[in-house]
């Protein structure tokens, strides 16, 4: 449980917090529609910065990506007295493809960005980047409150940013995810997603503050379904909700803040996933008609509106929500509602199967923080791990003599879905059949079982680099611009995990760090506050990096608690 010191949101509506909350309440929306823009050859809906706000927020130095999350950053510390310098403080940028744009340059890599922000505000710690589609914004502050929790550090600054290009809007409309119109979130008109820029940056301590909002709680889970598709029923969202929920008052619940994108499927399996956790009388709050999907932004700055307005005794209006296009029985309106409560729950939903629910109270060190019904202290998160035995690992390296397809067509060679992936999957995806071919120390069972439940976290350097070259290759000539949806999947590095999880049946946590470096320490950090925070016994640890298809390393082990 951690609590939140200051915030800041950088958008089209406003450079502060308290500028974008006035505009959501007053209704304003940065959507428009553009077309020719980047001189893509559909007209789309976005939420994008002007070129008079742009030149206002550019840093020399530094790509808008960059500036952006600096400007933020920047903004939220004037709030607090945090020394920066301190080697107690960590940053943790959360984003889905940072400076993309810049493919093929150095300032390509979110790991190189990362630190650029780290050192224009001072940091001397090495930054975290949370890669993990949808959900990162939100995986962020998990990771934060772990870290924190651990006693690792004593500050998380969490910055989401996003940055929309040629390259990400093209990518979504090879999916046909993309409305020409402002989104309507749930309603039976909906037809896609708007695209969003935007930075949002939260200052966590790990210390209790009585006034302060506080991170209670927090969960991911994988649906193991598909990697675009979410589960019809919302099965890993569901699993979220429940095990963040379970022994606590549902009816204190202010509202349930959600993903809401617009898109058939997702709002469809949130509402069922909502009403089967209990929650179809919570009012829900939706925030992507305001500002569209900012992606790696939208899990922090969508909390801190919550937040805003949760101290106001607001559950905000779903902008361009008319009449009920879900099966699920929800409570959601396009009008503002009054409350009186004081907690919330968030959640996300992503590529790759990702799932989050966090949920936040103002006040939390008081009686009524929301203590499970029967489950001890909120600190059970620190519970259970005495050692972790590392019990097997597969390296796999381009120094090696035989290629992946060789190993594969050895050793596996009954998944045909192998020879759809992109390199970097099918890097990881022969690590784990191989790991998973290699009985426990003692034991007669397998290191992946169906249905394990146990996490499954990745590190990397490169990104999704392969992918993203290859996905560009397809948009680069103007007269013939044909964006390959198979090609725009996987140009998110954490879908190597969706694959694994779809293959195995694992329904534990996925998620998909980017660092500068193969640091084995901070790798082990993460790893162990992972695992003491979601109680799971086992996890599937390493390191997945390649810059080229005959430039890679791969390393990945299975742990277990002894």
């Keep these: 449980m951690i609590s939140v010191l200051s915030t800041n949101i950088t958008s089209p509506l406003g450079f502060t917090t308290e500028q974008n909350y006035r505009a959501v309440l007053s209704g304003s929306s940065a959507l428009k529609r553009h077309e020719g823009l980047w001189g893509l050859p559909e007209p789309f809906a976005a939420s994008l910065f002007s070129e008079e706000l742009r030149a206002a927020l550019a840093i020399d130095g530094h790509t808008f990506f960059e500036s952006i999350a600096i400007r933020s950053i920047r903004e939220a510390l004037t709030h607090t007295r945090l020394d920066v310098a301190s080697e107690r403080v960590v940053l943790i940028v959360s984003t889905t493809k940072g400076n993309v744009e810049w493919l093929d340059t150095p300032h390509y890599y979110p790991s190189e960005a990362a630190q650029a922000i780290a050192q224009a505000i001072g940091l001397t710690t090495k930054p975290i980047v ?20 651990e006693g690792i550090y004593d500050y998380a600054i ?31 008109e909906r037809n896609g997603l708007n695209p969003g820029e935007a930075a949002a940056t939260i200052v966590f301590a790990k210390t209790s503050d009585r006034e302060s909002w506080q991170l209670l709680d927090g969960t991911t889970c994988n649906d193991a379904y ?8 919302g099965d890993g969202l569901t699993k979220a909700i429940d095990a963040v929920m379970t022994g606590r008052d549902k009816s204190r619940l202010a509202t349930v803040c959600v993903h809401g994108t617009a898109t058939l499927y997702n709002d469809q399996m949130e509402s069922r996933a909502i009403e089967r956790a209990g929650l179809s009388d919570v009012p829900l709050s939706a925030l992507k008609g305001y500002y569209g999907h900012t992606m790696g932004a939208a899990g922090v700055l969508e909390t801190i509106l919550t937040m805003q307005a949760t101290d ?36 996300m939903s992503g590529f790759g199967g990702c799932n989050v629910a966090a949920l936040y109270k103002k006040g939390a060190g008081s009686k009524e923080q929301g203590a499970r019904k029967g489950a001890g202290s909120e600190e059970q998160g620190a519970r259970g791990i005495v050692k972790l035995e590392k019990t097997h690992t597969v390296r796999l390296s381009s120094k090696d003599e035989k290629t992946l397809t060789d190993i594969y067509k050895q050793e596996i060679g009954d998944y045909p879905k192998f020879y759809k992936m992109d390199f970097l999957s099918r890097l990881a995806f022969v690590a784990a059949e191989t790991l998973s071919n290699s009985p426990l120390k003692g034991e007669d069972s397998l290191p992946l079982r169906e249905g394990w439940g146990g996490s499954l976290i990745l590190f990397n350097h490169s990104s999704s680099i392969i ?4 996905f560009l290759s397809t948009i680069s000539d103007k007269d013939n611009c044909f964006p390959s949806p198979s090609l725009f999947v996987y140009t998110l590095p954490n879908i190597t995990a969706g694959e694994i999880a779809i293959r195995h049946h694992l329904k534990g946590e996925t998620t998909f760090y980017i660092l500068p470096d193969k640091d084995e320490t901070l790798m082990q950090q993460i790893l162990e506050a992972t695992l003491r925070a979601t109680g799971t016994t086992s996890a599937i640890c390493g390191w997945v990096d390649a810059e080229s298809e005959t430039n890679y390393e791969c390393e990945l082990s299975m742990y277990n608690h002894t």
């Design 130 to 149: 949370v890669c993990n589609a949808c959900v990162s914004g939100l995986s962020a502050q998990l990771l934060a409150d772990r870290l924190l929790s």
């Design 158 to 188: 969490v910055v989401g940013a996003e940055v929309q290009s040629k390259f990400i809007v093209s990518g979504f409309q090879s999916l046909k995810a993309v409305s020409e119109e402002p989104c309507r979130p749930f309603d039976i």
């Design 226 to 233: 598909h990697n675009v598709s979410p589960s019809p029923q």
């Design 312 to 347: 106001d005794g607001i559950v905000l209006p779903t902008k361009g929500f008319t009449e009920p296009g879900i099966s699920g029985k929800v409570s959601i309106s396009s009008k503002p509602k009054k409350t009186d409560k004081h907690t919330f729950l968030k959640v």
């Design 467 to 470: 992918a993203d070259r290859q």
